[in-house]
């Protein structure tokens, strides 16, 4: 069973930076398209960010300019390089693997993350 486990999230005024990292485990990493989603309390689940394994990017216009997603498929870890954090980026953050073999979508557990003064 594929494994996706975060770990970075916590408190931070706004303007600060957080990164997030995401390891994988039980996974061909390569075949993977991955991602970080956010959701907010009464909000639905949105993509912030993915990654193709050859790198290409894609991020919800929220965030451009301020998150950077990355990965490294050797490590089989990917990370979410959050910068000006604003309360509105308040969410759980949820680490996900998509493959684009069986189409099959994998979730992390989640990571808190709130900014707030």
């Known amino acids: 069973q594929v494994q996706l486990v975060e770990s970075g999230g916590g408190l931070v005024q706004p303007g600060g930076s957080l990164r997030l990292s995401c390891a994988a485990s039980?996974?061909?990493?390569?075949?993977?398209?991955m991602g970080w989603y956010r959701q907010a309390p009464g909000k639905q689940r949105e993509l912030v960010a993915s990654i193709t394994s050859g790198s290409s990017t894609n991020y919800v216009d929220s965030v451009k300019g301020r998150f950077t997603i990355s990965r490294d498929n050797a490590k089989t870890t990917v990370d979410l390089q959050m910068n000006s954090l604003k309360p509105e980026d308040t969410a759980v953050y949820y680490c996900s693997g998509f493959s684009i073999v069986s189409g099959q979508r994998y979730w992390g557990q989640g990571t808190q993350v709130t900014v707030s003064s």
């Open positions: 039980r996974i061909n990493f390569s075949l993977y398209i």
